[in-house]
């Protein structure tokens, strides 16, 4: 479970205050597939961002299992990211001196998983590289690195996933092959599936999907609630 309250992201545009989002509460149960869609500069990343604890609020709270992680080190929020969170940006964000089995490889070396070599071929093979593990990112198209970076983000078995526009630097038939390995992790594993997306097709196969615009959540149809958000 992800709970929000009253959280919110204000910064300094010249000597003004700027506030990217506005106070917002919000619920996300285990388990479900969350799309968060809005036109570009609407406060979209800037969740994400914060509920992966790559940012900090500037007011509220943010529990994932009942831990606030508004409240942790630098060492405890990096410790509880790799534990329970996997993310995939939109521009790739590989080793670029790393091979793709050496990407996927880094994150449990870091765990100290006793099984990381044979894990990292395992993934190789989900993501359909299994013939691609010794190639670096400069010798993958953009579909390959994306999805060496989903096998990367899901190296730990993280119980929450999170991608940002992950299809937004990828054409259109990449792009369904990249979302069809998402969506398959989120239903065969039970993955909670945070996605920000410009796609409103993919939106639609949400459970719940979460609109913004200018910071702030807007109405959405009632057939599609989205937690308790407000």
Do not use: W
């Not at 799309?35 to 992966?52: E, M, Q, R, W």
């Amino acid at each position: 479970m992800i709970e929000l309250r009253g959280v919110s992201k204000t910064v300094t545009s010249g000597n003004r205050p700027l506030t990217i989002l506005h106070p917002l509460d919000l619920s996300i149960p285990s388990g479900q597939f969350v799309a968060i869609v809005g036109p570009s500069g609407s406060g979209k990343s800037t969740l994400l961002g914060l509920l992966a604890g790559l940012d900090a609020p500037s007011t509220g709270t943010i529990e994932i299992d009942g831990v606030d992680i508004t409240r942790l080190s630098e060492d405890a929020l990096a410790r509880l990211r790799g534990e329970k969170i996997g993310f995939v940006f939109q521009f790739f964000h590989l080793v670029p001196s790393l091979t793709a089995f050496e990407n996927i490889l880094v994150p449990m070396e870091i765990a100290r998983r006793r099984d990381a070599a044979t894990r990292a071929r395992q993934l190789l093979d989900e993501v359909g590289l299994a013939d691609r593990g010794h190639h670096y990112p400069s010798q993958l198209s953009g579909g390959e690195q994306q999805r060496v970076a989903i096998a990367r983000a899901l190296a730990n078995d993280p119980p929450i996933l999170m991608a940002d526009e992950p299809t937004g630097n990828l054409d259109t038939v990449t792009g369904q092959n990249i979302l069809g390995i998402l969506l398959g992790v989120h239903r065969t594993r039970g993955t909670t599936l945070i996605l920000v997306t410009h796609d409103a097709e993919l939106a639609a196969l949400a459970d719940h999907r979460l609109m913004f615009r200018d910071g702030r959540t807007v109405p959405i149809p009632a057939e599609s609630p989205v937690g308790a958000a407000r």
